[in-house]
């Protein structure tokens, strides 16, 4: 089953606007990560958060991680065009030793010029 | 990319014969990983390998198989391939598990099963 949901599953907005991506997740984590993926392409990580942040920044990114509510957000501020792409979160916990990830279904982002 | 190659990028074959899609990276990383995505469905795992000859089973096993025999390649094997494995399929890999590290993709291989 997915451990990671996305809201919403897909987003339009205009070129500078903010575009807030939502990730619930149902069981404790080690950490969360959220990748882009361009059509027809391979994912691309973005950013880690580790269960004891709350939040992070890398450029126009900040993730905030919310573990009470088992619940994470990606704002991507003053978009582009070239932000689009689909957005997934994935966490991060440990099976037999090993921590694999989960990805969720994913948000569609759409930056119209 | 980060050093990962998937060969063969497009495929096509006939339900019940064998496929076999290969993994290369050159990062010497010790963890691989296959995924398949679907609409609607996301990222699903099928198999890891934590090693050489080390491997695991993901969420999504039934009806492949792997084998990583060298550090720098990982195979994924359908016996006998179904509609159902009808996919897109990628291979990640990372230089550890645990609270920090992250995935790299490679640009995955669409297959499809008529």
């Known amino acids: 089953s997915q451990q990671g949901e996305e809201d919403p599953q897909a987003l339009s907005i205009q070129e500078g606007e903010n575009a807030t991506m939502n990730c619930s997740y149902k069981?404790?984590?080690?950490?969360l990560q959220w990748y882009r993926q361009n059509s027809g392409r391979g994912l691309v990580h973005l950013i880690l958060?580790?269960?004891?942040?709350r939040e992070k920044h890398s450029g126009r990114l900040r993730v905030t991680l919310d573990t009470s509510k088992k619940s994470s957000s990606l704002l991507i501020t003053a978009s582009r065009a070239a932000d689009t792409a689909s957005y997934f979160c994935?966490?991060?916990?440990?099976?037999?030793?090993?921590?694999?990830?989960?990805f969720g279904k994913g948000t569609m982002l759409l930056v119209s010029p | 990319d980060a050093g990962i190659t998937q060969s063969p990028r497009h495929k096509v074959t006939e339900t019940g014969t064998p496929v076999t899609l290969r993994c290369h990276q050159t990062e010497n990383h010790r963890y691989m990983y296959w995924y398949r995505q679907d609409p609607g469905h996301g990222l699903r795992l099928i198999h890891y390998s934590y090693g050489v000859k080390d491997t695991d089973k993901g969420e999504v096993s039934d009806g492949y198989s792997v084998s990583r025999s060298k550090t720098e390649d990982f195979l994924l094997t359908l016996e006998s391939a179904t509609s159902s494995q009808t996919s897109v399929y990628f291979c990640a890999i990372s230089e550890s598990t645990g609270a920090g590290y992250e995935q790299y993709f490679g640009p995955g291989t669409r297959l499809t099963v008529t």
């Open positions: 069981t404790s984590i080690n950490n």
């Open positions: 958060i580790r269960s004891n942040e």
């Open positions: 994935a966490t991060a916990s440990s099976n037999s030793g090993y921590s694999t990830l989960t």
